[in-house]
């Protein structure tokens, strides 16, 4: 069907194009930049940034203080309460799911016509509604999923 690698290629790039114009991306992008106009927002995702590197370097230490580590965990965990309860945090949290299960569902309708053999060769155990090795798209009935 195809001849070249350059047409694949073509046809992923129409792929990124068209997933960039779904609803799924564009929610993404819009929260995403409501989320970076929260000056309050990004005042507390620095501070956990920073209070989590310095947990890390203290963690590392041959001698670490726990007294300091318990102190760094517990504004850690007050840091992340305080962040996703923040409605743009929210919103953003929620489309990246979204996004993140649109582009699960494409590599895994990729996946399934390029290595379906490699999962089963057995048609019964195929995903549901998938009997030419398509993804169903239902991962609760899925073997390969499930």
């Known amino acids: 069907m195809f001849e070249t690698s350059n047409e694949i290629i073509k046809i992923a790039r129409q792929l990124g194009e068209a ?10 992008c819009e929260t995403r930049d409501a989320m970076k106009l929260n000056s309050d927002l990004k005042t507390k995702l620095d501070e956990f940034k ?6 890390d370097i203290e963690k590392e230490k041959e001698n670490a203080d726990e ?14 309460n305080e962040i996703s309860e923040i409605p743009e ?6 489309a990246e799911e979204n ?7 494409v590599n895994m309708t ?3 016509y ?3 053999e490699e999962y089963t060769s057995n048609p019964e155990e195929r995903p549901v509604g ?12 899925c073997h390969i999923c499930g």
Request: proline share 0%.
């Open 110 to 112: 990729i996946s399934s």
């Open 19 to 28: 997933l960039k114009e779904s609803g799924e991306y564009k929610a993404f």
């Open 130 to 141: 998938a009997a030419d090795g398509a993804c169903s798209h239902d991962c609760s009935k």
């Open 114 to 116: 390029v290595g379906a």
């Open 99 to 105: 996004l993140n299960m649109l582009m699960t569902a």
């Open 50 to 55: 920073i209070q989590k590197s310095v947990f």
């Open 67 to 80: 007294h300091v580590l318990d102190v760094i965990s517990s504004r850690l965990e007050v840091l992340y």
């Open 89 to 94: 945090m929210k919103a953003y949290n929620e």
